[in-house]
């Protein structure tokens, strides 16, 4: 299966519209550090599981191949990322 970028975009869309949402005081420098840096670490969180998503939305393709005695074997396999 081809990696899912639209739902990375989406993902990546709705991290930042969240973040976006948090009011800041900026009269307030101990509100402004408080609330900008909750606003960084939610966003952070949402693209890194976002992003880990994406990565396993993937398949990997594999080719085997062995030496050796008669029943050595060539073959393929595909799995999902983990």
Partial sequence: ????TPLLEDAI???FEES?????DTDSSSDNST???KARKDTAKALAKAIEEFVKSGTVTTIVTTTG???AQTGTGTGNIS
């Fill in 1 to 4: 299966m081809a990696l899912a």
């Fill in 69 to 71: 005695s008669a029943s």
């Fill in 35 to 37: 609330k900008s840096k």
């Fill in 13 to 15: 869309l709705a991290a």
């Fill in 20 to 24: 976006s949402k948090i009011t800041v």
